[in-house]
T-cell receptor, first 115, second 114 residues
């Protein structure tokens, strides 16, 4: 158990809908990352927050947004969903140290299916 | 930009065989390197890491050495078990970004048969 929790575990919805994925980081971690895992794209970095502020953006669509709250949990909002958004969405957390040595610990993921 | 290339799978082995999964990287700076493992139906677990050249990461019988001269971080295990069947991901912390986002390889599926 990494200490990172994600809810829900599975989500099935229809095209055009909006969903919210939730992540709680490990105790003491200030940084939260979101990744998308799909068969065709592999694991792709979406966005990172540190202590409530956005720090880095990756291949995140404009239909997707995220935020980190004062209690450090984070939510990823996906709207106007398309079939191609079906994927496994991972949250990871780390202490948030600057540089490249920080270690990210991953949650179990939320499997999104868009029908 | 920074990138990771790892050998394609699936890699099929018999129990107690030697496992090697090749991983090479391209980076403009000095990344940290990681191996993560994903068991069926589960999330990613950190297997091992190395933060500088010649560092050796090890865990659960797995080892990988950060080789700057060959830009490689190959994963090895001397004697695999059926329980090692999983997908293994090599990753680096992107050096053009000081906040540590990870760039992953495509993953290598390992199947160990009794």
């Amino acid at each position: 158990d990494s200490g990172v929790t994600q809810t829900p575990k599975h989500l099935i919805t229809a095209t055009g809908q909006r969903v919210t994925l939730r992540c709680s980081p490990r105790s003491g971690d200030l940084s939260v990352y979101w990744y998308q895992q799909s068969l065709d794209q592999g694991l792709q970095f979406l966005i990172q927050y540190y202590n409530g502020e956005e720090r880095a953006k990756g291949n995140i669509l404009e239909r997707f947004s995220a935020q980190q709250f004062p209690d450090l949990h984070s939510e990823l909002n996906l709207s106007s969903l398309e079939l191609g958004d079906s994927a496994l969405y991972f949250c990871a957390s780390s202490r948030g140290d600057r540089g490249t040595t920080d270690t990210q610990y991953f949650g179990p993921g939320t499997r999104l299916t868009v029908l | 930009g920074d990138s990771v290339t790892q050998m394609e799978g699936p890699v099929t082995l018999s129990e107690e065989a030697f496992l090697t999964i090749n991983c090479t990287y391209t980076a403009t700076g000095y990344p940290s390197l990681f191996w993560y493992v994903q068991y069926p139906g589960e999330g990613l677990q950190l297997l091992l890491k190395a933060t500088k050249a010649d560092d050796k990461g090890s865990n659960k019988g797995f080892e990988a050495t950060y080789r700057k001269e060959t830009t490689s971080f190959h994963l090895e295990k001397g004697s695999v078990q059926v329980s090692d069947s999983a997908v293994y991901f090599c990753a680096l912390s992107v050096t053009t970004d000081s906040w540590g986002k990870l760039q992953f390889g495509a993953g290598t599926q390992v199947v160990v048969t009794p």
